[in-house]
């Protein structure tokens, strides 16, 4: 084992000198790191001075103030579950199936499992940077809250790495399944599909376990029911649930270490396992992976409709925009992603209209409130979807930019275009969810008014930032769409994007839930009132317009320096 282990540590030494040439790229360049530590810390100490208030109130609640704690550390586990797994699935098929050492690793006299075990730890060491960094505030809270130290440390590093593990593991052969069936190649268009409608059943399971029935005073029987149901694991077959388990009972004094003897077996064992199927399919299935991608045709109708509607952007920019629109339609793995988005709109919609919102007791006040929130909501909505679909749009590129750089192409025009088809319908969706889920409060034309104008607002603004740091933090040479906005860029940008988010809810919160007190009382709103609510209106506009213009300055200054 020591001899696989030293071949493994040798095979990945090529990654490790290219993340560390990485890090000293943006080591010597001052003001990126510093951009990076500066958003960083910023949404770190967002992150846990939100989690420190919940944990606090939590803990001064009688009885049950410790198991809500466990619950919510459960749940949080459970989601990165989900996501981790979708992520380690699409990641493997390009770390095993298509990355560019393996014809080098295949043909070398290497042992299957050094190969097996290195492309398990590229897998897993992708898709699990994100949800780590995403961990360090969540447990320092915990931490914080109920006294847990260096020991706390320890646990959740032995907790988390064979959970990780398990994930990378599953993921893999999952893929590994998939590219038997289908070439690679195609399968990385099938699987597309095939994702996105898993998430999305996922997501209407989910729907349907209707969790707004909790919000209704009938949702238990008793008191005994709720005890039960606070005390009993959120799901006692999943990994997540044993790692939730360790990391609470260190920090609530009730650790029992056979939780890590369950996390690191139960790890062991699926890794020899999938080492063992690695060893048996992956030489026929990486045979198949060898074979060509199907090409596809756009139609000559779609081209002259479009170039119709683009007529008036000029020459340089309509061709651009097109071909935009037609690499996206051509990629299923991008197209297909339709799909989980509308699943996600109608159980968003779904949520507002399922609300309490007609019972006894709820006034137009509280509407308002949810509508208000619900921008908000939005606005995180739309950031996720701009991370994927409007921060590639430059690393998509590739190795051809230096075709449109070389060309007369003016950068202004390459940038625009790039902007537009993802703004566009971008700012389709915003008013579509933002207007639907209005109707369904039946809020008051002011609200009504408000609303639409800060989503359209912030719209503009997260689509400029998502192309400012795909810009900024281009991956070129990626072998996976789907690693881009998990990247350095794509972190960063959804710090900005919830920081933005926040920010405008901040200076719009205070000016209309007062002027939202003066009508519920029937007290007319006095001058500064009106005149507060006017200018946190106005201060969140000139707000959005800045994270418009700047990173759009930003990013046409960076394309210009793109080496032609």
């Known amino acids: 084992m020591s001899a696989v282990s030293v071949g493994v540590w040798h095979m990945l030494r090529p990654k490790r000198i290219t993340a560390r040439r990485r890090l000293g790229r943006q080591s010597a360049g001052g003001s990126k790191l510093g ?18 208030r919940i944990l606090r109130y939590f803990q001064g609640v009688e009885d049950i103030g410790d198991l809500l704690a466990a619950k919510l550390l459960g749940l949080v586990l459970l989601t990165f579950l989900g996501v981790l797994l979708l992520s380690n699935v699409i990641t493997a098929l390009s770390t095993f199936f298509l990355s560019r050492d393996l014809e080098l690793l295949i043909a070398a006299p290497t042992v299957p499992e050094q190969v097996y075990l290195t492309k398990l730890t590229e897998t897993a060491v992708h898709s699990s940077w994100m949800v780590t ?21 320890l646990v959740s590093l032995a907790a988390l790495i064979p959970f990780f593990a398990i994930v990378a593991a599953i993921g893999s052969a999952v893929t590994l399944l998939l590219v038997s069936i289908f070439p690679a190649r195609r399968a990385k268009d099938i699987f597309g599909v095939i994702t996105v409608a898993a998430a999305g059943g996922v997501v209407l399971l989910i729907r349907m376990l209707r969790p707004e029935s909790l919000a209704t005073p009938e949702g238990f029987r008793n008191l005994g029911e709720f005890m039960a149901l606070l005390r009993g694991p959120t799901s006692p077959w ?31 064992a699926v890794v020899v396992l999938g080492m063992v199927v690695h060893a048996r399919y992956y030489p026929s299935a990486f045979t198949r992976s060898q074979e060509g991608a199907q090409k596809h045709t756009a139609g000559h109708r779609f081209g002259l409709s479009m170039r119709f509607l683009f007529r008036r952007l000029g020459v340089s920019r309509g061709e ?76 998509l590129e590739g190795p051809t930019l230096w075709l449109l750089r070389s060309s007369p192409l003016r950068p202004r025009d390459l940038l625009w275009s790039k902007y537009w088809v993802g703004t566009v319908p971008l700012l389709i969706m915003a008013i579509v969810l933002t207007l639907g889920t209005n109707l369904l409060l039946k809020v008051g034309p002011a609200m009504m008014a408000l609303s639409l104008a800060t989503t359209a607002a912030m719209t503009f603004a997260l689509a400029a930032l998502a192309l400012a740091f795909g810009t900024l933090f281009p991956q070129f040479e990626t072998e996976n769409m789907a690693q881009i906005p998990t990247s350095i860029g794509g972190l960063l940008f959804m710090m900005s994007a919830v920081a933005l988010v926040g920010v405008v809810l901040v200076l719009e919160s205070w ?31 000139l707000i959005c317009t800045a994270a418009t213009i700047v990173p759009l300055r930003v990013a046409l200054r960076r394309i210009e320096t793109f080496q032609a």
């Open 35 to 52: 951009t990076i530590l500066g958003i960083g810390a910023l949404f770190w100490l967002a992150a846990y001075g939100i989690l420190y």
């Open 133 to 153: 960094l995403i961990c360090v505030p969540i447990l320092v809270a915990y931490g914080n809250v109920y006294g847990g130290g260096l020991d706390l440390l």
């Open 511 to 541: 000016p209309m839930l007062t002027m939202m007190r003066h009508r519920f009382i029937g007290v007319p709103p006095t001058t500064g009132t009106i005149a507060m609510a006017v200018g946190g209106g106005v201060a969140a506009l």
């Open 238 to 268: 999943l990994p997540s649930e044993w790692a939730t388990d360790a990391i609470i009972g260190t920090v609530q004094e009730g650790f029992d270490p056979f939780t890590l003897v369950l996390l690191w077996s139960s790890a062991a």
């Open 320 to 395: 651009l925009m097109l071909k935009d629109i037609r690499v996206f339609f051509r990629d299923t793995t991008q197209w297909s992603q339709l799909i989980l988005l509308a699943v996600l709109v109608v159980v968003y919609i779904y949520n507002i209209r399922a609300l309490p919102l007609r019972t006894e007791g709820v006034t137009t006040f509280f509407a308002n409130i949810v509508a208000f929130l619900n921008v908000g909501l939005a606005g995180f909505v739309l950031s996720a979807i701009a991370a994927r679909f409007v921060l590639p749009g430059v690393s």
